[in-house]
């Protein structure tokens, strides 16, 4: 008894309870729309950390994703513990819609909070961001989203359509959504004769190629391929880049929540969080390091943005956005 006493005590001394302290075990299904690579280095991480746990994971985009989701939702019969996949504007569909299960316990007190759920039901585990990607040939190096729209620009501008691309969308909301740009501004783009159109990878193709000089572009694209000798370059504006977060979530159905909740927090973890920046993402914790050649923390300001806004606008951005460019 004067044992168990002492081991409660010393654990408590820990900060960990008993539950916390105990070693979790059996399947956890994943779903997932991380790169093949990262999701195998993100299990195999976590596995190295809990080794009574075996992983199944499903990889696509996050559109196949959730159709596959929603199949089995509609079967009765959804199969996966935890969902890591591209957006919050998806995750707070879902917990709308009583999807999610909260984690009140998961630490993020060192996180902004704009990047998690208040009520802990998902959170963010990296940032993709979107800047103003150029060729290093171009006649103008932008600081500032109005760049794209002065006459240099014209007829030079390569963009990734909110139809096809999450991370358009999530830049399109949170464009609109700044008082100094708005909706004038992609009506602006328009008549700069931008033609948005397909996924970040084609817009990347395009500006790297000269076809066009300047773009809307996730960060890692021209950042990576700097590196690599391309002739590109990707501005932060001083207005700010939007952010796709990579969210995760424990489905309310899952047939292994310990195991969940252990994976939300490894991935929260410093060595999940520097795991994501060796990677070559930007970490949402603010004090991981970010990947060689972006700038310091203090020269990325993130642009606000509300999911819970862009899930109940989401059908009149796009007509907006279609009434602008066309379908």
């Given at each position: 008894m004067r044992m168990r006493r002492f081991v409660l005590a010393t654990l408590l001394a820990m900060g960990l309870t008993t539950s916390a302290a105990q070693a979790v075990s059996g399947k956890l299904v994943i779903y997932t729309s991380q790169?093949?690579?990262?999701?195998?280095?993100?299990?195999?991480?976590f596995i190295a950390d809990n080794p009574g746990v075996e992983v199944e994971w499903v990889r696509d985009g996050t559109t196949k994703i959730m159709a596959k989701l929603r199949a089995e939702f509609a079967a009765g019969a959804p199969q996966p513990d935890i969902l890591l996949i591209a957006d919050m504007v998806t995750?707070?569909?879902?917990?709308?819609?009583?999807?999610?299960?909260?984690?009140?316990d998961a630490q993020v007190d060192a996180f902004d909070p704009a990047l998690m759920d208040k009520d802990r039901f998902y959170f963010s585990t990296k940032?993709?961001?979107?800047?103003?990607?150029?060729?290093?040939?171009?006649?103008?190096?932008?600081?500032?989203?109005?760049?794209?729209?002065k006459p240099e620009a014209k007829g030079l501008i390569a963009m990734p359509s909110?139809?096809?691309?999450?991370?358009?969308?999530?830049?399109?909301?949170?464009?609109?959504a700044n008082p100094d740009l708005g909706?004038?501004?992609?009506?602006?783009?328009?008549?700069?004769g931008a033609n948005p159109k397909g996924g970040n990878g084609g817009t990347y193709k395009a500006i790297a190629?000269?076809?066009?000089?300047?773009?809307?572009?996730?960060?890692?694209?021209?950042?990576?391929?700097?590196?690599?000798?391309?002739?590109?370059?990707?501005v932060f504006p001083t207005e700010g880049v939007s952010a796709v977060t990579e969210p995760a979530a424990i489905l309310s159905t899952a047939k292994n929540p310990d195991?969940?909740?252990?994976?939300?927090?490894?991935?929260l973890s410093m060595k999940g969080q520097q795991l994501a920046a060796d990677q070559g993402y930007l970490a949402a914790h603010p004090s991981?390091?970010?990947?060689?050649?972006?700038?310091?923390?203090?020269?990325?300001?993130l642009m606000p943005f509300d999911p819970a806004d862009a899930l109940e606008n989401a059908s009149a951005y796009r007509l907006r956005f279609e009434d602008i460019f066309g379908g």
């Open positions: 790169p093949n690579k990262d999701a195998q280095q993100t299990v195999d991480a995750m707070e569909g879902l917990n709308r819609e009583g999807r999610l299960m909260a984690h009140p940032l993709i961001t979107t800047g103003i990607m150029y060729n290093t040939n171009a006649p103008m190096v932008p600081t500032s989203y109005r760049d794209l729209v909110p139809l096809t691309s999450g991370a358009a969308t999530i830049h399109m909301a949170a464009l609109t909706w004038d501004y992609y009506q602006a783009l328009a008549d700069q190629g000269g076809e066009k000089l300047y773009g809307f572009v996730v960060d890692f694209l021209p950042i990576r391929n700097r590196l690599k000798g391309a002739p590109v370059a990707l195991a969940a909740k252990a994976f939300v927090d490894f991935l991981i390091a970010p990947p060689d050649g972006f700038p310091s923390r203090d020269k990325i300001r």
